[in-house]
């Protein structure tokens, strides 16, 4: 049961939009809406900002977004902002009833 | 709001088994939800141990399965993660989560660091 994969870093400028990939298998994030990511901030604990592929949890903001096709999920990040700076986890229902995390990508605001 | 904090050793000796307890405040366990643990080896990636139910369905990471045990004492509002057969590949921060179902981990402890050491 591999990691999810994830690029290992991506960046951009303030104002604009980045996407993070999510890529597992038809056991895993093709298989079923249960997709979730997280935040992270060096130090701390990770933080919840979409389940279920697409859905915010209570207080999240909706400048994060989720997205799925196939066996790739994806995270949108528009308005981009210097706090923005943060690791990025995936996270899929598998079909043994596991979970399984996406490597973590780091985000650089330029 | 629910608050979740992590207690145990810091330190663990190669072989030895590591126990942690989860203390759950502003919710009781009994009334739902999934509660787990997530560790994260210095400088890497999060990895998913393990969760159980409200109810005691246990659910393991199966590469980790011969090695963990996840239980409830829902008199105490808390859970616990044992891990036997501590390696050095074991030295993590170690999380403890509630989980609204299928990864959903919606509040986490501060996380606490075991190292593997003799």
């Known amino acids: 049961q591999s990691a999810l994969t994830q690029p290992a870093s991506v960046s951009g400028s303030p104002g604009q939009s980045i996407t993070i990939s999510c890529t597992g298998t038809?056991?895993?994030?093709?298989?079923?809406?249960?997709v979730s990511w997280y935040q992270q901030y060096p130090g701390k604990a990770p933080k919840l900002l979409i389940y279920?592929?697409?859905k915010w949890p209570s207080g999240a903001s909706n400048r994060f977004s989720g997205s799925k096709s196939g066996n790739t999920a994806s995270l949108t990040i528009s308005g981009l902002q210097a706090e923005d700076e943060a690791d990025y986890y995936c996270?899929?229902?598998?079909?043994?009833?596991?979970?399984?995390f996406g490597g973590g990508t780091k985000l650089t605001v330029l | 709001q629910v608050q979740l904090q992590e207690s145990g050793p810091g330190l663990v000796k190669p072989s030895e088994t590591l126990s942690l307890t989860c203390a759950v405040s502003g919710y009781s366990m009994s009334s739902g939800y999934y509660w787990g643990w997530i560790r994260q080896p210095p400088g890497k990636g999060l990895e998913w141990i393990g969760s159980i139910s409200h109810s005691g369905s246990t659910y393991y990471k199966p590469s980790l399965k011969s090695r963990v045990t996840i239980f409830v004492d829902t008199s105490k509002n808390q859970f616990s993660l044992q891990l036997n057969s501590m390696t050095a590949a074991d030295t993590a921060v170690y999380y403890c989560?509630?989980?609204?179902?299928?990864?959903?981990?919606?509040?986490w402890g501060q996380g606490t660091l075991v190292t593997v050491s003799s």
């Open positions: 279920d592929v697409t």
């Open positions: 996270c899929s229902f598998v079909r043994s009833g596991s979970l399984i």
């Open positions: 989560v509630r989980d609204g179902g299928y990864g959903t981990h919606d509040s």
């Open positions: 038809s056991s895993d994030v093709g298989g079923y809406n249960y």
